[in-house]
């Protein structure tokens, strides 16, 4: 059954569109509206008016209060200057100054000293209410701030100062003084106890109810208060928004923590003359306390109206939104489950209907797109499989050639058994970064003896490789022409061939590509001749280790002068000589706990601490130390290692 404007009145069915909104909008009318207007009608002027008018009764006070604190110290300079139309001070006995000076401290109990001075400063006069000074007690206000200011025609009220002899602090009023015609005679000093400001805290009442109030000094140090343990404790308020406006010079009221730990406002007046400032305190609590009657009615207002649009949102949302989506949600389900025959009823109309007529076609499109997929999945699929197959194909193919370019490199090093019929006690580490690498090392025995190299050519893996076969040519073809006896002049010749293989020596040519070597002759009786291009050879002794440095230059750089410098180096025979060759993958080698590199130093401190060992428990050390430093680090560049001993009788025959 139907009401008259069409609301389902005996079942749970949606209404209208067109009327819930009407209703809807008809409530928030009504309702939230005017209330939202009343209780911000409260709020605004009820609230608004009664802060005001309690913020310019604290500021009264305090301006009140700036008021009489300058009136007092203005009464002390005005009692200097009566002193002084009294006195004429030029040319009068000390005891008239005494008599003068305890006069004017009987008729102000708060005066606790009296001081004269001449216009250099030095005391002639100094009276105190609680000690009698004689003339050798006199001192000097000539380094005083105050004085000085006061010289120059200022009247100068002083900083506080803990007074000897009172446990309250005095502060000092200076004013010169000066002889009809302008000139300055003197200065007279008055010490007033800050315990007198009190009076003027408490003669405005302000502990009357919840009001507080205080005086702070320049640094924002309470100096007077009806509290004595503030005072003599010197409380300092420096933070709070109040003394930090006093010490800008500022005025205002302010909301913070006072002085009792509470949430107070604060009116905060300076006091002209000093760097001082009063501050009337009352707790926010109490001073907006007729607030909160406002903000009752408010909140009361706003709760009533908010259950009933709460209450009628809750209707109309579970009949017109809440369950129809309910309903979308489980048809979206059922799709998510794989079930793609489901279809949303267009029951509801508006822009829920609207949603389940797009769901419903959504589904139709899944459902023929489905239909679809499997076929163009298996095409998808046969196609990445053939690109997978070409594809490690491909990777085989380079895997296999850059294995065997391996065993092609290999094959141009020196067999084992060729070294080892030259010397003994030797060892090799050869440790390309890739499968093949830049390094090689280089061995040429005969009856005077041999010769060996460790080379490092520019690059790694294959273009590293290939430039170690120029190298390898390059120094077998020399040494065949020249001999070995002279390894200078050997790496000399293998510079211009070099140059000449990769037409470096042309200027058209853009390649830049070159090696470093290291090239020992060891004759038959022991004795070593050494050059080098960038490397060096390590000599150690049981009680030294020497490094014989290579040429600063490369070989075959276009960037190289051409001009080859190699010098050959002679190291003595002696029994028991170990000698390295290394390129610079070692060293370079980052590791360790700070990724810093492995290092020439560590290095030579590794072969020292083994030197008496065979050669082959050397290398195993080497590597060993070599890959625990490196931890988890990517080895960065080629390793090669070349280590022989000499004994006593030279090379092995």
């Known amino acids: 059954m139907k009401g008259p404007d069409g609301l389902q009145v005996d079942g749970f069915h949606p209404l209208k569109p067109g009327l819930a909104r009407s209703i809807v909008a008809m409530l928030l009318i009504t309702s939230v509206v005017p209330l939202t207007v009343l209780a911000g009608f409260f709020l605004f002027f009820g609230t608004g008016q009664q802060r005001t008018a309690r913020e310019l009764v604290h500021r009264e006070t305090a301006e009140r209060m700036a008021i009489a604190v300058s009136a007092k110290l203005e009464m002390a300079f005005d009692a200097i200057d009566r002193l002084w139309d009294t006195l004429h001070y030029e040319g009068l006995e000390t005891a008239r100054l005494e008599k003068t000076a305890g006069e004017l401290m009987d008729r102000n109990p708060s005066y606790d000293s009296v ?5 250099s400063g030095a005391e002639k006069v100094k009276l105190s209410r ?3 000074y004689t003339a050798p007690e006199f001192g000097s206000l000539a380094d005083s701030p105050e004085f000085r200011d006061a010289m120059g025609g200022v009247m100068q009220i002083g900083q506080i100062t803990p007074s000897p002899f009172n446990k309250f602090p005095v502060i000092y009023v200076t004013k010169r003084l000066v002889r009809q015609d302008g000139s300055a005679v003197g200065a007279c000093r008055i010490g007033i106890n800050v315990s007198s400001f009190w009076n003027v805290v408490t003669a405005e009442g302000v502990r009357t109810g919840s009001r507080y109030a205080y005086i702070v000094d320049g640094t924002g140090t309470v100096i007077a208060s009806a509290d004595v343990a503030f005072v ?19 005025s205002g009221v302010f909301t913070y923590v006072g002085l009792n730990g509470r949430e107070d406002i604060g009116a905060a007046v300076p006091i002209s003359l000093t760097h001082w400032g009063v501050i009337v305190e009352e707790p926010v609590a109490i001073a907006y306390g007729g607030t909160a009657v406002y903000s009752v009615v408010f909140f009361l207002l706003l709760i009533v109206s908010s259950l009933v649009i709460a209450f009628v949102g809750w209707r109309f949302s579970m009949r017109n939104i809440v369950d129809p989506i309910r309903l979308l949600e489980a048809k979206a389900r059922s799709v998510a489950a794989g079930d793609l025959s489901v279809v949303f009823p267009d029951a509801t109309g508006g822009e829920i209907g609207s949603l389940g007529t797009t769901f419903n076609r959504m589904v139709s499109e899944l459902r023929e797109f489905t239909e ?27 895997v296999e050639s850059i294995q065997y370019a391996r ?13 080892a019929e030259h010397l003994a006690d030797h060892f090799v580490i050869w440790n390309p970064k890739d499968l093949i690498g830049g390094d090689i090392y280089w061995f040429a025995g005969g009856e005077a003896g041999f010769l060996a190299a460790v080379i490092d050519c520019t690059g790694h893996s294959v273009p590293g490789a290939i430039m170690t076969m120029i190298a390898g040519s390059a120094l077998n073809r020399v040494v065949s022409e020249l001999g070995p006896g002279d390894p200078a002049a050997i790496l ?7 140059r000449q293989t990769l037409s470096q020596h042309r200027e058209e040519t853009e390649s830049n590509d070159g090696l470093d070597i290291g090239l020992c002759h060891v004759r038959a009786d022991g004795s070593v001749r050494f050059a080098g291009a960038r490397l060096s050879l390590y000599v150690l002794t049981p009680g030294e280790t020497r490094e014989i440095r290579g040429s600063r230059r490369s070989i075959g750089y276009k960037s190289m002068r051409p001009e ?9 025979a002696e029994p028991g000589l170990c000698f390295y060759m290394a390129t610079d993958g070692m060293r370079d080698q980052v590791g360790g706990e700070r990724s810093l590199p492995f290092g020439k130093t560590r290095l030579l401190r590794t072969l020292g601490s083994v030197r008496d060992r065979p050669m082959a428990e050397q290398r195993e050390v080497l590597l060993s130390s070599f890959e625990q430093y490196r931890r988890d680090e990517v080895q960065r560049d080629d390793v090669t290692v070349f280590g022989f001993r000499l004994d006593g009788n030279g090379v092995k025959r």
């Open 130 to 132: 609680y000690y009698t």
């Open 492 to 498: 000399a010749r293998m510079d211009r061939i070099v």
């Open 115 to 119: 001081t004269f001075t001449d216009a």
């Open 372 to 398: 679809n997929l499997d076929g163009l999945v298996k095409r998808r699929t046969a196609e990445l499989d053939d690109s997978l197959r070409k594809l490690e194909s491909a990777n085989g193919q380079i």
């Open 564 to 572: 080859a410098d190699f010098s050959n180096r002679e190291v003595a």
């Open 407 to 419: 065993t092609i490199q290999k094959a141009i090093l020196p067999p084992e058994s060729a070294i």
């Open 232 to 250: 003599l404790g010197k409380k300092a308020m420096r933070g709070a928004p109040s003394v930090e406006a006093l010490l800008a010079g500022r």
